[in-house]
T-cell receptor, first 118, second 113 residues
């Protein structure tokens, strides 16, 4: 079974520029998450999708961040314009629906995109 | 407000000995706890979990203990191996439709020869 795919793996931009990240979850996983992990901290949830609907975006800085999951499969996260403090690893995760889930309740993470804002 | 805390940023253990990683939480509504392991340049990978109805869960060399009254959980790795060297994140969850993980800040484990 293929894992969660993310691209690009690395991105360097200057402040005030725009950037977009792409995520393709594990096939059939209904729930998709975007996390921000700043150096020295744990991942922080930005947004959660259930199929193509937003479940929770309470911690998404909506003045500059946006995300979509058209057709309920892959997803993009955009930052426009970027700030220095957005430098972080952006992780995408997916989770099967309750009917698919085994005894565990875990999320499956992609490798992340490391963003550096100069 | 840090709801999940890992107060030890790093831990060094000799190969073959026991590694004990600790985690504290403040929100009594959490009912499911997970440990993830992260290698550099990779995403976190699931290691072991425990429901709040249990106080212990074991999987091979890994055991997680939960003390609900103290709002504390720990991960024991016995025996520790060099390949266990990684950053370990504790995460807490609410099961059901409200599920979303809250992570601690991580503990870097170094297993020395």
């Amino acid at each position: 079974e293929a894992g969660v795919a993310q691209s690009p793996r690395y991105k360097i931009i200057e402040k005030r520029q725009s950037v977009a990240f792409w995520c393709n979850p594990i096939s059939g996983h209904a729930t998709l998450y975007w996390y921000q992990q700043i150096l020295g901290q744990g991942p922080k949830l930005l947004i959660q999708f259930q199929n193509n609907g937003v479940v929770d975006d309470s911690q998404l800085p909506k003045d500059r961040f946006s995300a979509e999951r058209l057709k309920g499969v892959d997803s993009t996260l955009k930052i426009q314009p970027a700030k220095l403090e957005d430098s972080a690893v952006y992780l995408c995760a997916s989770r099967p629906s309750p009917s698919q889930r085994g005894t565990h309740n875990e999320q499956f993470f992609g490798p992340g995109t490391r963003l550096t804002v100069l | 407000d840090q709801q999940v805390k890992q107060n030890s940023p790093s831990l060094s253990v000799q190969e073959g000995r026991i590694s004990i990683l600790n985690c504290d939480y403040t929100n009594s509504m959490f009912d499911y706890f997970l440990w993830y392991k992260k290698y550099p340049a990779e995403g976190p990978t699931f290691l072991i979990s425990i429901s709040s109805i249990k106080d212990k869960n074991e999987d091979g060399r890994f055991t997680v203990f939960l003390n609900k009254s103290a709002k504390h959980l720990s991960l024991h790795i016995v025996p520790s191996q060099p390949g266990d060297s990684a950053v370990y994140f504790c995460a807490a969850d609410f099961t059901g439709t409200a599920s979303k993980l809250t992570f601690g800040t991580g503990t870097r484990l170094q297993v020395t020869l």
